[in-house]
């Protein structure tokens, strides 16, 4: 019988197929000798005498993103890893979230945690029937968000026996997952952001706010992925059917960001870190996604940035930087978010 050939990759990884042989290893009664690399001899001390680790592969160096839904109907998404990943906000329905989901290939077993941005109908309002249904899920918000939810809504105080206290600028782990809440202007009970950190990078998000602080802007202008609220154009706003009362709350710096702030903001921290610019929580009524992108892409192209459409063209691979309005009512595709 022929002897088998031997198959070395310098500086790449060893695959696990039995044709392929690890190097000559000298042992005390078998100098020389060849193991043999099959799935039993794949453990964890050969990964590490490899020195191989998740970060090392690029196969596990990407974020997940998929918009369940961004708007006064429903607000949700789902930010994740090769390994694990997180829905924020539940004001989308918990069939529609675990359809789109598995429609991409997570399993509900991937989604180790809930997180709320604040209290109010549109982000909370599924959260119960979504860890109901799969209870190995936690729910992470602050104290007052979960008392702000309990006394604004018709949810089920069993809500409180999955609930995991956290605390603004007070970093919490989630699998591999490192986050941090910060605050952030509007009138819920309790508001926040969060930015998400993996590899090394950041996924920043903040739905609903009515201007920027200092706190808020030393998070985004650390992202390398953000989710931004551009709530309404300011002269559909004025001249519409809002009662004046509403309008006037609408504007204020604990109501919502209009294109324009949001997009002045946006040409003040963009930096070539910055991939990806997902703008959300338009207005049905007081917006356009034309508009909310408009006025975005004129900033930035002021500043000298070429803006892509996140639709992986040509073209966009040649862009600075990806723009895109969420979608109101519809989920988004999964985006693999990769360095």
């Given at each position: 019988m022929a002897k088998k050939r031997t198959i070395y990759f310098e500086g790449q990884y060893t695959l696990p197929f039995e044709e392929f042989q690890l190097p000559p290893v000298n042992t005390p009664g078998n100098p020389g000798d060849l193991h043999t690399l099959n799935s039993s001899s794949l453990n964890s001390s050969s990964l590490q005498n490899?020195?191989?680790?998740?970060?090392?592969?690029?196969?596990?160096?990407?974020?997940?993103?998929?918009?369940?839904?961004?708007?006064?109907?429903?607000?949700?998404?789902?930010?994740?890893?090769?390994?694990?990943?997180?829905?924020?906000?539940?004001?989308?329905?918990?069939?529609?979230i675990t359809r789109e989901l598995a429609a991409n290939g997570i399993p509900m077993s991937k989604v180790k945690g809930v997180l709320l941005t604040h209290d109010h109908s549109d982000h909370?309002?599924?959260?119960?029937?979504?860890?109901?249904?799969?209870?190995?899920?936690?729910?992470?918000?602050?104290?007052?968000?979960?008392?702000?939810?309990?006394?604004?809504?018709?949810?089920?105080?069993?809500?409180?026996?999955?609930?995991v206290p956290i605390f603004k600028e007070f970093p919490f782990k989630i699998g591999s997952l490192d986050i941090t809440a910060f605050d952030v202007p509007h009138d819920g009970s309790d508001n926040m952001g969060f930015s998400i950190n993996y590899d090394n990078r950041n996924f920043v998000l903040a739905t609903d706010l009515g201007a920027v602080t200092d706190r808020a802007r030393h998070y985004m202008s650390k992202a390398n992925y953000l989710v931004i609220e551009a709530n309404y154009d300011l002269a559909m706003l004025v001249n519409g059917r809002y009662p004046e009362y509403l309008k006037a709350r609408i504007q204020t710096e604990r109501g919502h960001m209009n294109n324009l702030d949001t997009a002045r903001f946006l040409a003040e921290i963009i930096n070539p870190a910055l991939k990806y610019i997902f703008l959300c929580h338009l207005s049905k009524d007081n917006n356009t996604p034309e508009k909310a992108l408009a006025a975005v892409r004129q900033a930035l192209e002021l500043q000298g940035i070429t803006v892509g459409t996140a639709q992986e063209t040509i073209e966009d691979r040649r862009a600075d930087v990806q723009l895109m309005a969420l979608p109101r009512f519809d989920a988004t595709r999964r985006f693999v978010l990769r360095p």
């Open positions: 490899q020195n191989i680790t998740s970060q090392d592969n690029p196969a596990d160096r990407y974020f997940n993103y998929i918009s369940f839904g961004s708007g006064s109907s429903g607000n949700s998404c789902y930010i994740g890893n090769p390994h694990e990943g997180i829905i924020v906000d539940v004001g989308v329905r918990a069939e529609e909370v309002k599924h959260a119960y029937t979504l860890i109901r249904a799969n209870k190995h899920l936690r729910l992470y918000c602050t104290n007052r968000v979960l008392l702000g939810m309990l006394r604004r809504h018709n949810i089920s105080k069993r809500i409180k026996d999955y609930h």
